[in-house]
């Protein structure tokens, strides 16, 4: 009888928490159909089951942590007999991931769905690895997937780990040493004097990436102040012409998803990232547009925006934000990103600056437009004036490539008849 694994939903999933079960112990399922939701890193997906049968044994209750490639419930013919199911045994203490998921682990860890593996339910190729190879594997940025284990049954161990991460090192850089030293202590109020709030999957995992993102790429940050005027003025006839065709509207940040596209598109130097020892230039241009949602902070990607229309953007842009704030994004919806836009325009923010979404090497802060006063022809007149402030990843991208392309950018949107041209 087959077993429900925890599937790899994300390219950055380690573990789940079954957020639901959507199906009882007895119940009839049929393959395809939804039994469970699942919160990973990035969103809440549904489980699709992979066979037909009877949800014979649940191993996972709602609201418990498991690893990627342990059982989580056991489907069979009805009979209702676990001893003829060939599972491992229900889900315990020994093998659901404690809060700290890097905490180390017997040998005889779980097994990781391929990194490839989209299936909702495992179709059983798997590579084995334990928790301390997946350690290791996070901390040097090793790929699991390109790791040959050489332990019992093919298991990758730290040890395979550690060699492919020497062999992919070119022997003249010296890398730094870690810094052993104590880690302060930080002071903690009195009981009493705080509420804790346990942190979402998606703001625990935001919190390790973006520290990464911030301790490893060195980032520098460039701003401009671009006069939006006429982007408005071109807004509005748009919009009064969607309006007439009974089409839903475009928002300025569409038209900024396009006008970054097709600077991207024009100066490809900035649509890259840093792979060690060379830069990988994307071919596609795909722009991630943060959405702040109750759980955190989710990044879905407009893919190939370059050769989108506004309209098609912002239509896309509108069901990825909702779907996001409903938490019902999938992976693809949020994988493959080769720049951001963040826009906290809205809210009233005029300047600020973001962290790079790795492993991307840059991102574009929007501000808020607001009125100041310019000479035109020795002629003091009100402008409509945008900040935004490009943050780089300088191992990437340098100073003047950086510059070259914010001035492609301000160039584009004071002229936006070329965005769409």
Known sequence: MPEIVMPRLSDTMEDGVVSAWLKQVGDRITR???????????????????????????????????????????????????????????????????????APDPAAGPQRVSHGDTATVSPRVVIKSSPLARKIARELQVDMDAVVGTGPGGRVTKRDVEAAHNASVPTDIKMPERDMSPVAVQPVPASGEFEEVALTTIQRVSAIRLTESKQQAPHFYLTSAIDVTELFAFRARINATLEAAGESKVSVNDLLVKAVAAALRKDPSVNVSFAGDKLLRHKGIHIGVAVATPVGLLVPVIRDADRKSVSEIATESRDKATRARDRKLRAEDMSGGTFTISNLGMFGIEQFTAVINSPESAILAVGAAADELRLDNDEVVARKILRVTMSADHRAIDGAVAAQFLATLKELVENPLRIVT
């Not at 996972?60 to 009805?78: L, S, T, Y």
């Open 32 to 102: 395809g159909e939804i039994v469970a939701e699942i919160e990973t890193d990035k969103a809440l997906m549904e489980l699709e089951a992979y066979d037909d049968g009877v949800l014979e044994k649940i191993l996972a209750e709602a609201g418990v942590r498991v690893a990627i490639g342990e059982p989580i419930a056991i489907v069979g013919d009805g009979t209702g007999s676990p001893a003829n199911s060939g599972a491992t045994g229900a889900v315990t203490r020994s093998n659901v991931v404690p809060p700290d998921a890097d």
